[in-house]
C-alpha cells in the first residue's frame, strides 16, 4: 500500500470567493468543477505533497492553515495588496532561509505565502 495523494478540503459557503483569491490573485488553474466542489492546481504539474504539524509558525508567529510557495514573492504581495487584502506578518525574511508573509483567504484562513531564497 503506497499513498498516492493528499487534498485538503475546506468547507466554504461561496466558491467564487475562492476562484478570486486562488485562480485571479495567486494564478493557479481550476482542475475540476462539479458546482459543489472546485479543485485548484497547478495544471500539468506534479507538486510535493507535505503534511506539517507545528506548535508555532516560526518567529513567534500562529501557526498557518496553509503555506503556499511562489516564486516571485513581490508579485502576489502586489497583488494582494491591490486586492485590498490585509497582510498580517511581514514580508518577514526568516532565518531558516525563506521570505514570506501571511493573509487570510476569503474564508478566514490563514495563509503564509513563502519563497525560498535563492
Do not use: C
Not at 9 to 27: H, P, Q, R, S, T
Not at 59 to 79: A, F
Amino acid at each position: 500500500m503506497a499513498v498516492k495523494r493528499i487534498v485538503a478540503n475546506f468547507a466554504v459557503d461561496d466558491i467564487a470567493k475562492a476562484v478570486v483569491f486562488y485562480e485571479d490573485i495567486l494564478g493557479l488553474d481550476t482542475v475540476m468543477d462539479h458546482g459543489w466542489i472546485r479543485t485548484f492546481a497547478v495544471a500539468g504539474q506534479t507538486m510535493t505533497t507535505q503534511v506539517n504539524f507545528a506548535t508555532e509558525g516560526g518567529s513567534g508567529t500562529p501557526v498557518t492553515d496553509m503555506s503556499i510557495e511562489v516564486d516571485n514573492l513581490d508579485e502576489i504581495l502586489g497583488k494582494m495588496t491591490d486586492a485590498g487584502i490585509a497582510i498580517e506578518y511581514g514580508p518577514a525574511h526568516e532565518p531558516w532561509g525563506v521570505r514570506r508573509f501571511y493573509v487570510r483567504d476569503p474564508f478566514g484562513k490563514l495563509i503564509n505565502i513563502l519563497q525560498h531564497k535563492q
